[in-house]
């Protein structure tokens, strides 16, 4: 049994993860081991005026501020930072705000708090590496008349639609643009006016002289820029252009010092644009050698789970669950508030490696990880989830009145005896858990039911002698007597020797609590194989709200505190709706997978 929490989240040896070996490479052959670095993202002259690069790598987390972070980022964010942090690198927040239109502060701020609650930081020897695309717009733009004047760029005044028609096909090589043969000099003198705002949006755009012919359709002339009015979010209505998605990229890669780019699978053919681009901006004196170099790994999709930003607004649009951090939510404010632990989430990820396939991970593995973090740590404590009363019929003749109440007590953990000791009381009636009677018992079943004798853990042994029952035939109360002399921990409390052991609270001193009994929120692992739609396959059991009885000392605990509740599963104290008067508690997982086939 592991009792340091990260032994047992953190298994040895690591997974395989291509990606390490390459960096061991560059390591070794020094590869990267000239660099310098200006203290701050800068051009070439930057940073050869600094000192030699104090990271040995440097990679980079760079969402979109544009929605919440899910647990596919939390996979990029794990291995980014990870391969940093094993490797004696730096990784950088970065956000990628190149796109004027969908980006928000709200999601900046709220990018950072998840990847700071994941237990990452982008501090590093006394710097903040939080950086922002569009701090890079004037550099951006500068590369752009360098490109032009060296006759790698030019301005394309076609409609979009010719352009497109002139693209060509995997099969079919593009034509040249009209435009293609400008002077450097004329396009140098367009590309001003795009900037001045002389053009109407759409009016032209930048493109890369490469290959109208290259078998590589990304190579076929792409986008540099376009002309847009749009109001940033950082830079204001300073710019009517803005640099493509494509072309930024590897520019901010390069400005950051970055060694080694790791994004997924889908940008692999844009790897040979993005080896073009640095190589004639490092060729034109503009960025520092060694160049960032791009690899691509696979997504991480999870089982039962959607995770494209589009599909989760549409969950939260159309209130099929109650907002971003809906505990049924795959974003990290969704995952925090149903109580996963950053550590889980953590080991999930590092766990699944880094390979060059797209991986659908079942879910059982993430609670699995959950279950491996808690088991050793969180405190245990009874909850009856679905109750009924048992009333001991032969207390007041066994303890003199009905009012007595037996102290009773429990180990907060059963190996950390330094969380010390739980209390509370047994008295004449307790809540037991409905399903723990039964008139007839089924062949295994050794809870209650007449004639039967069970423990009520870590109180006395009692004998079943029958129940209450009102008149459409729903269980009332069951009825038992206290069995004297057998209770835990006194001497021969075992004497009376019994099959099953249930757990309760008792009636005087138990907490009243909405306890959320969440699961999967999709009945099938690929919500959306063979292109169904989600909204098909919800599960209707995704959420319910039980009325419980919890053991007294849970009503005062602070939000977001974890406990096994015994033979129910994990819980945690909701982060925003628990109260000391009206506590709250949501099922993180049960004990065991019940999904499992
Ligand atoms: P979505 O498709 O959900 O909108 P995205 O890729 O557009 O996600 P970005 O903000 O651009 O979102 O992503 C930031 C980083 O996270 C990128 O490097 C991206 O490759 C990575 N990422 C996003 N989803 C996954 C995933 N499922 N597995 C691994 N990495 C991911
Ligand atoms: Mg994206």
């Known amino acids: 049994m592991a009792t340091d929490p990260k032994a047992a989240v953190n298994p040895a040896p690591k997974p395989s993860n291509f990606l390490r070996g390459i960096i061991e490479r560059d390591l070794e052959s020094g590869a990267y081991a000239a660099r310098h670095f200006g203290g701050t993202p800068g051009d070439a002259a930057h940073h050869q005026a600094g000192p030699a690069d104090p990271a040995r790598i440097r990679t980079r987390f760079p969402p979109e501020p544009n929605g919440y972070l899910h647990v596919g980022h939390a996979k990029s964010i794990c291995l980014n930072f990870g391969l940093a942090q094993d490797f004696g690198g730096v990784c950088h927040l970065r956000f990628d705000d190149t796109n004027p239109e969908k980006e928000e502060q709200e999601f900046v701020d709220a990018i950072q708090e998840a990847v700071t609650w994941l237990g990452f930081d982008w501090n590093a020897g006394g710097t903040s ?15 752009a008349e360098a490109l032009v004047e060296a006759g790698l760029a030019y301005v394309d005044e076609q409609s979009a639609e010719d352009m497109r028609a002139r693209r060509g096909d995997f099969n079919t090589p593009g034509t040249d643009s009209p435009y293609r043969s400008r002077t450097p000099a004329e396009n140098l003198a367009r590309l001003r006016e795009m900037k001045a705002g002389g053009l109407p949006d759409g009016g032209a755009v930048l493109r890369a002289k490469i290959d109208m012919a290259a078998a ?12 847009k009015r749009a109001t940033h979010h950082n830079t204001g209505d300073r710019w009517c252009i803005y640099p493509m998605y494509t072309y930024a990229h590897p520019i901010e890669d390069a400005l950051e010092n970055i060694t080694h780019s790791i994004c997924t699978l889908e940008f ?7 080896d073009w681009l640095l190589e004639s901006l490092a060729d034109l004196g503009l960025l520092a050698r060694p160049l960032p170099k791009q690899y691509e790994f696979g997504r991480l999709n999870l089982s039962y789970v959607v995770t494209s930003k589009r599909k989760l607004r549409e969950l939260v649009m159309e209130g099929i669950v109650e907002g971003w951090d809906d505990p049924r939510m795959p974003t990290l404010f969704g995952m925090r508030r149903r109580g996963y632990t950053p550590a889980s989430i953590r080991a999930m990820a590092d766990g699944s490696g880094a390979s060059k396939t797209n991986i659908w991970l079942d879910y059982g593995v993430l609670d699995g990880c959950l279950r491996s973090d808690l088991e050793g740590q969180a405190p245990r404590a009874m909850a009856v ?14 303890f003199g009145s009905d009012g007595f109440i037996e102290a009773c007590q429990a180990p907060a953990h059963p190996h950390l005896p330094e969380l010390g000791l739980r209390h509370f009381g047994l008295g004449r009636e307790v809540w037991i858990e409905r399903d723990d009677y039964a008139d007839v018992p089924a062949k295994g079943f050794f809870r209650l039911f007449p004639g039967n004798k069970v423990r009520l853990k870590y109180g006395m042994v009692v004998e079943c002698t029958g129940c209450e029952k009102d008149a459409a035939g729903a ?3 069951v009825l038992a007597r206290v069995v004297p002399d057998t ?3 006194t001497p021969g409390a ?14 005087a001193d138990a907490v009243p609590a909405s306890v959320v009994l969440y699961d999967r929120l999709f009945t099938e692992a690929q919500p959306e194989a063979g292109g169904r739609d989600f909204r098909e396959v919800l599960n209707p059991q995704s959420k319910r709200a039980v009325t419980a009885w919890l053991e007294p000392a849970l009503a005062g605990v602070p939000a977001e505190s974890r406990y096994q509740f015994e033979r129910h599963g994990y819980f945690v104290a909701d982060r925003k709706d628990h109260r000391a008067e009206a506590p709250v508690f949501n099922r993180i997982t049960t004990l065991r997978d019940s999904w499992a086939a």
């Open 385 to 398: 989830l679905d109750p009924v009363k048992l009333v001991l019929t032969n207390w007041a003749e066994v």
């Open 475 to 477: 269980l009332t109360a």
């Open 216 to 227: 590589n359709i990304n190579l076929r002339d792409p986008t540099l820029y376009r002309i």
């Open 487 to 489: 209770k835990s921990g």
């Open 494 to 507: 075992d004497a009376v020797k019994v099959k099953g052991t249930i757990t309760w609270v008792g009636v």
């Open 268 to 274: 692999e053919d844009q790897r040979p644009f993005y």
């Open 129 to 143: 590496h939080l950086y922002y695309a569009s701090h890079y717009f004037d550099f951006m733009y500068r590369a």
